[in-house]
T-cell receptor, first 116, second 114 residues
């Protein structure tokens, strides 16, 4: 069990550029979540997938944000035309959902985005 | 919809002293409750969770928490802290009808000094 991995760990970009982050969940996990954590705050939910289907999106997820999980394994989160307010830690989590139950979410180390 | 309030943004404590980190929640439905710990520049690690049953839940690293439904609280405790417990602690809640998304509090920074 290698855990949840995220790439890159750090990203510095200029305002207006596009960025893409990758998350590799624990291999047998069918659910994948994206959260955003700004300084001094707890993580806030952005979106989640069950297999390849995106089941829920937060109002925080503006139209500049898009997430995919094309084969139900890894996921990407893209931010277009970045703004300084996008600077945050982007956390990915995965879990196993069976029937009506779901086991706890395991978090990756995060990608810290700085928009200059 | 759920919300979580962590009443203390920072808790300073001396090594080997007991500590309590407070968490209150609000929800119109039954909930599951969690405590996560985050060390600097790392992701979140689950300390413990309450799903059902006994209201006293024991977790890793000697932490425990007690669910109090009437007071809508889920306070985290440790009888004797170590320097290595210095970290940010987050309380979180999810809808018990299926874990689904987690709603987090703003976190409490536990600062343990010698």
């Amino acid at each position: 069990d290698t855990g949840v991995s995220q790439d890159p760990r750090h990203k510095i970009t200029k305002r207006g550029q596009n960025v893409t982050f990758r998350c590799d969940p624990i291999s047998e996990h069918n659910r994948l979540y994206w959260y955003r954590q700004t300084l001094g705050q707890g993580p806030e939910f952005l979106t989640y997938f069950q297999n390849e289907a995106q089941l829920e999106k937060s109002r925080l997820l503006s139209d500049r944000f898009s997430a995919e999980r094309p084969k139900g394994s890894f996921s990407t989160l893209e931010i277009q035309r970045t703004e300084q307010g996008d600077s945050a830690m982007y956390l990915c989590a995965s879990s196993l959902s069976l029937g009506q139950g779901e086991y706890e979410q395991y978090f990756g180390p995060g990608t810290r985005l700085t928009v200059t | 919809a759920q919300s979580v309030t962590q009443l203390d943004s920072q808790v300073p404590v001396f090594e080997e002293a007991p500590v309590e980190l407070r968490c209150n929640y609000s929800s119109s439905v039954s909930v599951y409750l969690f405590w996560y710990v985050q060390y600097p520049n790392q992701g979140l690690q689950l300390l413990l969770k309450y799903l059902s049953g006994s209201t006293l839940v024991k977790g890793i690293n000697g932490f425990e928490a007690e669910f109090n439904k009437s007071q809508t609280s889920f306070h985290l405790r440790k009888p004797s802290v170590h320097i290595s417990d210095t970290a940010e602690y987050f309380c979180a809640v999810s809808d018990s009808r299926g874990y689904s998304t987690l709603t987090f509090g703003k976190g409490t920074m536990l600062l343990v000094s010698p």
